[in-house]
């Protein structure tokens, strides 16, 4: 979302800011968590290949010993299992991200709650990073009665005029009147009654 693509929409300046503010607050913890996600990945990165070089050369160095070559192949297999299970965890993360991401840019109000109503086995990331099968399940949800207040309307939802009162420094020197007395009027009329 860019600014120049809200001003085209007709919002003021003072209107975009807060539109920005509000996408920032859903987007920027999205992308610290990714990040945070890419740099734990590049570190199980580099600590596997670190392990398979101190594998390799172990195993170089002690050919002949067939009881450290069996813990060497376990080790290895360990590592080969480790790897998937990060690759599988990242995709995972990334499926996540993506979702919260797209439903955020839906319009959702409340992402955690539309994400239950999600079927998460029919959605899949492809090779570029686009979310699949997502599209058709916001569709029947936003359509839903049962669903449908679960994301913003089409309409801009104004939100009400706060009703505060005007306060002004010395009491009210112009005091509206409807045909009615003021206050002191009214005590001074009862104090005459008595």
Known sequence: M???????????????????????ADVNPL???VTALETERDSAKEQVT????QLDQLQKDNKGNAELKQQIDALKE?????????????AAVKLDSATKLALTQSGAKNIKAVEALLDRDALKLD????????????????????????????????????????????GNPAPQTNGEKDMTAKIAARLAEK
């Open 78 to 90: 360990a590592n080969e299992q480790a790897k998937k299970d990060a690759e599988t965890n990242l």
């Open 50 to 53: 670190t392990l398979s070089g």
């Open 127 to 170: 090779d570029k990073g686009n979310l699949n099968g997502l599209d058709d399940q916001l569709k029947t949800l936003k359509e839903a009665d049962d669903s449908k207040f679960l994301f913003q309307s089409g309409e801009s939802d104004p939100e009400p005029a706060p009703n505060t009162p005007t306060i002004l420094v010395g």
């Open 2 to 24: 860019k600014r120049e693509q809200l001003k085209d929409l007709g919002l003021t300046d003072e209107q975009i800011g807060s539109v920005m503010a509000l996408h920032g």
């Open 31 to 33: 992308k610290e968590s």
